[in-house]
């Protein structure tokens, strides 16, 4: 039985690739309380569906996401302070989306502001429009950017950019951005919808057990030390080997890759 949701819609694509399009397009897909609510219970419902490998968020209407609903914000800061052992709801809505097992792809275009922006970078992978329009407007506002600030400077981008994205609260393009390494791609609003999609897909079609083992290596070891990291490595591919043979393929995989580089190459078992 679907889940009527008021606030996104949920489609399982095939392929592997399931996708949660915001749709609140009157309010430029603003986070409230609802709708992060709404948008934790979608990955809860393709978390353990083993068709779904991938997951695409996208927003309904003329933009991604403008960031935090302010309104509904201001409500939840008027609350009692809570016990310093006690996360933020809006803390614990971006770690979940960061640390969710499956591979995530951000599908951006138009505005991607503040928490929408914070969303985005918690995301595996970001396709932006060359036209989408990324910042950090909070300090305009008058707030430094809570949640936002800390998931901008730690995307890995240069300190300097990210000082002017903050600082200045000035909106870059998708075209900015990737020159910045703040998303994975920038590409032209009219192969958006393609070239997104067929990368999902594309990642989908990989073998789960793989792909669950790069997440968690990449969970784990991407705030260790190097050392530490190897050693983290050398942990998930032991597990890795308890659910599945890594080089039963290895014949037609080289077959696959005479001619250089090819992946369209897809494993037997998968």
């Known amino acids: 039985m679907a ?17 949660i399009s915001f749709n609140r397009p009157e309010k430029r897909n603003a986070l ?17 569906d083993p068709d779904v490998r991938v997951v695409v968020t996208r927003g309904n209407g003329p933009c991604y996401c403008a960031g935090a609903d302010l309104h509904d914000l201001r409500t939840l800061h008027k609350e009692p302070p809570r016990d310093w052992d006690r996360s933020h709801p809006n803390m614990l809505f971006y770690e979940s989306f960061r640390n969710y097992p499956k591979v995530t792809i951000a599908q951006v275009h138009g505005h991607c502001l503040g928490g929408g922006m914070a969303l985005m970078t918690c995301h595996d992978i970001a396709i932006a429009t060359d036209t989408a329009k990324i910042g950090m407007p909070e300090i305009v506002r008058g707030s430094f950017g809570q949640m936002a600030l800390s998931s901008l400077y730690h995307t890995g981008i240069p300190a300097k950019k990210a000082a002017i994205m903050h600082f200045s609260g000035r909106n870059f393009s998708g075209t900015d951005a990737d020159r910045f390494g703040l998303v994975s791609a920038a590409v032209p609003e009219a192969e958006f919808e393609k070239v997104t999609l067929q990368l999902a897909s594309e990642i989908g079609s990989r073998h789960p057990a793989a792909l669950a083992s790069a997440k968690i290596a990449v969970q784990v070891g991407k705030d260790l030390p190097w050392s530490q990291a190897l050693r983290t490595d050398q942990l998930v591919a032991a597990r890795q080997q308890l659910m599945m043979d ?4 290895v014949e037609d995989y080289l077959r696959s890759q005479s001619g250089g580089t090819n992946t369209g190459y897809r494993r037997s078992d998968t």
């Open 3 to 19: 889940q009527d949701w008021s606030y996104i819609v949920l489609e399982r694509l095939g392929g592997g690739v399931a996708r």
């Open 32 to 48: 409230s309380q609802a709708m992060t609510g709404e948008i934790l219970g979608a990955l809860e419902t393709v978390r353990s």
């Open 246 to 249: 890594t080089f039963s393929d």
